[in-house]
């Protein structure tokens, strides 16, 4: 039953054995999988059914970027739009981009402190595949063998086999549902969809929407005794649960504990939550590869550019293997290719005739001679695009330029001073908004040079082209200049085995709260370089199992 909170005024307290905080991705697969168990769940979301910008303001807070304020740099971090109020949460406009994370996200090791997760891969491989179903993923491929899947080489650029073998990990990473059959039309799945569709199941549980869980209320710290629930008017009311599962999103969670119980906030003993915030260190702009050749440019873009693989896409990208990050001290860093038209190839030229002839634009054609002749000398390979623009899912394949832009994402090294907190300032809820404060180390800035590095002796060698890199590089690194974060904030609420680690224990259960859980990327004591959601999804999976088991 999805009830709006306002209707609720004349009723009393909401009571529940679980209440659910947020019906994001983590919220919605909770709800899902815990609604046909003996449990009478209530689902609390702050927006409404859809998403509206008056609930958009509650997110509103303050950037710090290595502890300054920049105002010139918010932009680095969109903390308004990079969550969204409102069934589905985020998942209203993310990209639906999906992969596991590595086997070396959850190991220690000892050039990154503080990393090392209290699973493992393994544990977590199960609950992967059980999320394929709410991701709508037809695979469960992620290494090389993808490229056997889609009819390409491994090593398709020739590159050295010694260092393929050590460097390079083809990825599949980016699977996004299809909505026809043509890449190019594709939508990324709205968990809102699994709320929406929920009222055939057991009619006790409730989905309430306008309710923002505003803090919890211990009397010992150690048990919460009730939730302060508001509506965005005003109505207010209390939850009593027996358990309570913070899935409210990484900035989100870490607002809510802080806002709640007695002193410094709750579940926050070792003065940990909002700590160890881990963003996603990105850029298109530092490095560029120009390639030996138009044909080698072209080459690379085409295999490293959407494929379909049963209903979803895949879009292939580099990355380090295990051995190679060992040795080098690298960040788990993943690459990705974007490649530039090449306007004056006769398949571009061509392109454009076509599409000013259906379109009946005769002003706009201007074809000088040559132009005119390098269509007709190169009639058989255009019309074979033509024709593959209408049978091959992929469309037409564009000559690109011999420059190359290079995409880098990395994971963050985990560190303390890296922090959600407080700020003075109440939003209209009464709750105080938060400051983020991102900070990174050294060895976050000084990664992508390492990376540029073995880009450059790679495709060196291997006559691919030469990697470039900006003058002003370390310069910009240190200001944030287009170098900035993305919609996936982890880290605040980290998950340890000891209590002196981390805010919640392997079975996401808080350390110091005995009624408290959190499912969220908050809980990833290190983020990987991979989107965070399908593991949020397994997590959730995962943790509802746990529920029900115990
Ligand atoms: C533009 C963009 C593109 C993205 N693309 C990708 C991608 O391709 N792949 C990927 O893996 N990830 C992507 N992400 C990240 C992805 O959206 C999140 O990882 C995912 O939505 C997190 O799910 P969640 O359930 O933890 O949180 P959310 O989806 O953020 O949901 C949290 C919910 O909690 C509610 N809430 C917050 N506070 C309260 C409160 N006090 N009381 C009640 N309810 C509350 C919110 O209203 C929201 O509905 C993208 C993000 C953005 C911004």
């Known amino acids: 039953m999805i009830i709006d909170f306002k209707k609720l005024q004349n009723t009393q307290n909401i009571k529940c054995d679980i209440c659910i905080v947020g019906a994001g991705a983590a919220g919605s697969i909770l709800f899902d999988k815990l609604t046909d168990s003996k449990f009478n769940v209530v689902l609390l979301e702050s927006g409404l059914v859809d998403v509206e910008d008056d609930y958009q303001e509650l997110n509103k807070g303050e950037i710090l970027l290595q502890g300054q304020n920049n105002k010139n740099k918010n932009e680095v971090i969109d903390y308004v739009n990079f969550r969204l109020r409102g069934l589905g949460g985020t998942t209203n406009h993310w990209g639906g981009g999906c992969s596991p994370f590595h086997e070396i996200d959850f190991l220690k090791r000892d050039w990154i402190k503080k990393s090392g997760w209290p699973i493992k891969l393994n544990d977590l491989n199960p609950y992967y595949k059980k999320a394929n179903m709410y991701f709508e993923l037809s695979t469960d491929v992620w290494d090389e063998k993808i490229w056997n899947d889609i009819g390409l080489q491994s090593n398709l650029l020739n590159l050295n086999e010694d260092k393929v073998k050590t460097l390079l990990r083809y990825r599949s990473g980016f699977l996004k549902k299809s909505i026809s059959k043509a890449i190019r039309d594709w939508s990324a799945v709205n968990f809102k969809k699994y709320l929406l569709s929920s009222k055939s199941k057991n009619s006790e549980?409730?989905?309430?929407?306008?309710?923002?869980?505003?803090?919890?209320?211990?009397?010992?710290?150690?048990?919460?005794?009730?939730?302060?629930?508001?509506?965005?008017?005003?109505?207010?009311?209390?939850?009593?649960?027996?358990?309570?599962?913070?899935?409210?999103?990484?900035?989100?969670?870490?607002?809510?504990?802080?806002?709640?119980?007695?002193?410094?906030?709750?579940?926050?003993?070792?003065?940990?939550?909002?700590?160890?915030?881990?963003?996603?260190?990105?850029?298109?702009?530092?490095?560029?590869?120009?390639?030996?050749?138009?044909?080698?440019?072209?080459?690379?873009?085409?295999?490293?550019?959407?494929?379909?693989?049963?209903?979803?896409?895949?879009?292939?990208?580099?990355?380090?293997?295990?051995?190679?990050?060992?040795?080098?001290?690298?960040?788990?860093?993943?690459?990705?290719?974007?490649?530039?038209?090449?306007?004056?190839?006769?398949?571009?030229?061509?392109?454009?005739?076509?599409?000013?002839?259906?379109?009946?634009?005769?002003?706009n054609i201007n074809l000088s001679t040559k132009e005119f002749l390098s269509i007709l000398k190169n009639i058989d390979e255009i019309l074979l695009n033509i024709k593959r623009g209408y049978t091959n899912p992929r469309g037409v394949k564009n000559p690109v330029k011999e420059e190359v832009d290079i995409f880098y994402m990395a994971e963050q090294v985990p560190n303390k001073d890296s922090r959600i907190y407080l700020s003075k300032e109440k939003d209209m809820l009464g709750m105080n908004k938060i400051v983020l404060d991102w900070h990174l180390t050294e060895m976050d800035r000084e990664n992508p040079l390492k990376i540029a590095k073995h880009l450059a002796s790679t495709f060196g060698e291997a006559n691919v082209g030469k990697i470039v890199l900006d003058d002003n590089l370390q310069e910009k690194i240190n200001n944030f200049e287009n170098f900035g974060d993305t919609g996936h904030p982890s880290g605040t609420t980290r998950m340890s085995d000891s209590k002196d680690d981390g805010v919640v224990n392997k079975n996401l259960k808080s350390h110091f709260v005995d009624n408290l859980y959190v499912c969220s990327s908050s809980v990833f004591p290190t983020s990987s370089y991979t989107s965070p959601t399908y593991s949020i999804g397994a997590l959730a999976i995962r943790l509802a199992e746990h529920l029900i088991e115990i």
Request: glycine letters at 8%; proline letters at 2%; one cysteine or more.
């Open 205 to 363: 549980n409730r989905i309430i929407y306008d309710a923002t869980l505003t803090k919890l209320i211990s009397e010992n710290n150690k048990f919460i005794d009730y939730g302060v629930v508001k509506s965005l008017n005003g109505i207010e009311k209390k939850i009593f649960a027996k358990k309570f599962i913070l899935c409210s999103g990484g900035y989100e969670v870490a607002r809510i504990l802080l806002n709640s119980g007695k002193n410094n906030g709750l579940a926050n003993d070792n003065d940990l939550v909002g700590r160890y915030y881990l963003g996603h260190p990105n850029t298109t702009d530092f490095m560029k590869l120009i390639c030996n050749t138009k044909e080698i440019a072209s080459k690379l873009i085409w295999n490293f550019g959407w494929h379909k693989i049963g209903e979803n896409q895949s879009m292939p990208h580099l990355g380090f293997k295990k051995k190679f990050q060992e040795e080098h001290y690298l960040l788990n860093t993943g690459i990705w290719f974007g490649g530039h038209e090449d306007k004056n190839h006769p398949i571009y030229i061509a392109k454009q005739l076509r599409r000013d002839l259906l379109n009946k634009n005769f002003k």
